[in-house]
């Protein structure tokens, strides 16, 4: 039988980078690949990943009113389906360490985005209901 506690977690990619380096070198790939990004995702999550946000976020439940933070916001894939589901029943903000990424972001639809890490959030605390993150985890120690 598999166990997966048995597995040690996925390593960060320090042979791309010099320790202390890590915040920049995720910038730097974020920014380059922003403008192709939404492309690459569908390919990659072979068209399922609408289905998947989709769903995801109905089983959470949206209600009327909620402060939403989408961690690792990128081009906004997911911020997007939370304001459609929601309509305007939803303060969204999105965060991203990426300027190319939160570019893109605006381009593609009305969202109010911050640059940042999620590991010192620029927020006081409590001021967000809900917290999203689409694939970020597995850039996070």
Known sequence: MFSGSSLPPHPDLQRYYRPGE???????IFDASAPDYE????????GTGAWYRR???R??????GQRVLDVANGT???????????QDG???????????????ARKRGRLSVVAGFCEK????????????????LRHLP
């Open 59 to 64: 089983r959470h439940g949206l209600p009327c």
């Open 76 to 86: 906004g894939l997911v911020a997007r389906e939370i304001l459609r589901l929601a």
């Open 121 to 136: 959030m620029p927020f006081p605390e409590a001021t967000f209901d809900c917290l999203t993150m689409g694939y970020a």
């Open 90 to 104: 939803v303060f969204l903000v999105g965060l991203d360490p990426s300027v190319g990424m939160l570019h893109e």
């Open 55 to 57: 769903r995801a976020l």
């Open 39 to 46: 492309r690459v995702e569908k390919l990659m999550s072979l």
């Open 22 to 28: 890590k915040q920049q070198f995720v910038r730097q």
